[in-house]
C-alpha cells in the first residue's frame, strides 16, 4: 500500500490538449513539480514544451513523443549531474505553447492620423483591420513576455502588439504621399510596408505576424459628406435634363409625390395663364431675370522654404511683385489644382509679371 501511494505521487505521461482556442501558454500542473524520471512527454502538432528547471530555461522540445531521460535530455543533465542510473523525480516546470496562429485579432487607430493629401491639402483619416499571429520562437517567448503566468491568452499580448502596429501604421500613411482617393487600391502594399517593418520590433517577442491587413481607411463624415455631394453632383450631370427627365416621371405616375408636385406646378403656371388672360387687372407685373452673381475671386497660396503662406489675392500677389516677395519660380496653389506649380506656368498668374513695373533704377551716385 505504501508502495503503491509513492507510486500514484508522480506522473507517467505529460501531455495537453486545448479547446479554447484563445490559450497561447498554459503550464502543466504537479503537486511539488514532480516529474517521474523516464516519464513520457507527448508534444502534439502545433505545440512546444518548454522545461523550466529551478527558475532556469532548460530544454524546448517540439512536436513528438519523448522519455524523459537523461540521454535525451542534456540540458538537463548538465543541471542535476545524473549518472544514467539515477532514477528518482525531478523538480521542474512544463510549460505547453500553443505555436499555431492566432487569427482575426483586431487593430484600429484610436485617434485620427494627420496626413497631407496632394488634392485635398491637411485631412484626418481613420484606418483598421485584422491580424495575425503565432509564436516562432517558445524560448524567447517565454523569457521575454510570459515569465511564470500559468496560463497565458492572447488578450495579454494582443493589446501590446496592436501599439506596435498603430504606431508603425501612422508613421506609414503619413509618409506614404498616396491621395486618400487612391488608398483603397494600395491597402495591401501598405500592410506589407507596416508588416516588414515591424518585424524585428515582434520577433524580439518571439513572435511573428504572418498576415496583417488593412480593412477600411476613412475620411471624418463630414470630409465624406461632402465628397457623397460631389459624386452626386457628377452622376446627375446635366441639371436641366434631370428636371425635365423627373417632370416627365411625375407625370407619368402622377399618385407618387413627385406627380403630386408636378402637378402643383403645373397647376400654378395656368393659374398664372389665366389671370394674365383677364387682363391688366390680373396679370402679374412683369420681371427681369437677375444676372449672375460674379465668380467668386481665386485665393492662392504661396510654398517657400518647406513653409506655406496665404491665402492672397491675386491683386495682392501683383503688389508682392514689386516687393519681391512673388517670382515666377515661386511655387503656388489654389483649391481645385493639381499640386504645387510655378506661379509663371499659370496663365493668369503669369499676365503680372507682363504689367509689373520694372524695378525702380539705381541710385545716382554723389558727385
Wanted: aromatic fraction near 10%.
Amino acid at each position: 500500500m505504501v508502495f503503491d501511494f509513492l507510486k500514484g505521487q508522480f506522473i507517467d505521461v505529460i501531455a495537453w490538449t486545448d479547446d479554447t482556442r484563445d490559450t497561447m501558454v498554459w503550464r502543466f500542473e504537479r503537486h511539488g513539480n514532480e516529474i517521474k524520471y523516464g516519464a513520457k512527454l507527448t508534444v502534439r502538432e502545433g505545440q512546444a514544451a518548454v522545461f523550466i528547471h529551478e527558475g532556469q530555461l532548460a530544454d524546448v522540445f517540439g512536436p513528438g513523443l519523448y522519455m524523459l531521460e537523461t540521454n535525451n535530455m542534456p540540458v538537463m543533465t548538465a543541471l542535476q549531474h545524473w549518472d544514467h542510473g539515477f532514477q528518482s523525480p525531478f523538480k521542474s516546470e512544463i510549460y505547453f505553447i500553443n505555436t499555431t496562429r492566432f487569427n482575426d485579432l483586431k487593430w484600429g487607430t484610436k485617434n485620427p492620423i494627420m496626413t497631407r493629401d496632394p488634392e485635398f491639402g491637411p485631412v484626418r483619416i481613420r484606418a483598421f483591420g485584422t491580424y495575425s499571429m503565432r509564436v516562432t520562437d517558445p524560448a524567447k517567448f517565454m523569457q521575454e513576455i510570459v515569465g511564470t503566468d500559468g496560463e497565458f491568452t492572447a488578450d495579454e499580448i494582443s493589446f501590446q502588439i496592436r501599439n506596435v502596429i498603430l504606431q508603425e501604421m501612422s508613421r506609414a500613411l503619413a509618409a506614404s504621399n498616396i491621395p486618400v482617393l487612391d488608398m483603397a487600391a494600395n491597402t495591401a502594399d501598405l500592410g506589407k510596408l507596416v508588416t516588414t517593418a515591424i518585424t524585428p520590433q515582434i520577433a524580439a517577442y518571439g513572435l511573428s505576424l504572418p498576415e496583417l491587413y488593412i480593412e477600411n481607411i476613412s475620411l471624418p463624415q463630414a470630409v465624406e459628406a461632402a465628397l457623397d455631394k460631389r459624386t452626386s453632383m457628377g452622376i446627375v450631370g446635366d441639371m436641366n435634363r434631370y428636371m425635365q427627365f423627373n417632370a416627365a416621371e411625375g407625370m407619368a405616375h402622377p399618385n407618387s409625390s413627385a406627380g403630386a408636385a408636378v402637378g402643383a406646378g403645373l397647376g400654378a403656371g395656368i393659374g398664372m395663364g389665366m389671370a394674365q388672360n383677364m387682363g391688366p387687372w390680373g396679370a402679374m407685373p412683369a420681371t427681369q431675370t437677375p444676372p449672375p452673381p460674379p465668380a467668386p475671386e481665386k485665393l492662392w497660396h504661396t510654398a517657400a522654404n518647406g513653409t506655406t503662406n496665404g491665402p492672397f489675392s491675386r491683386s495682392h500677389l501683383g503688389r508682392m511683385i514689386t516687393d519681391a516677395t512673388f517670382n515666377r519660380d515661386t511655387l503656388v496653389w489654389t483649391a481645385g489644382q493639381d499640386g504645387w506649380k510655378p506661379a509663371g506656368q499659370i496663365a493668369e498668374l503669369a499676365q503680372l509679371f507682363t504689367i509689373a513695373p520694372p524695378p525702380p533704377p539705381a541710385p545716382t551716385p554723389a558727385a
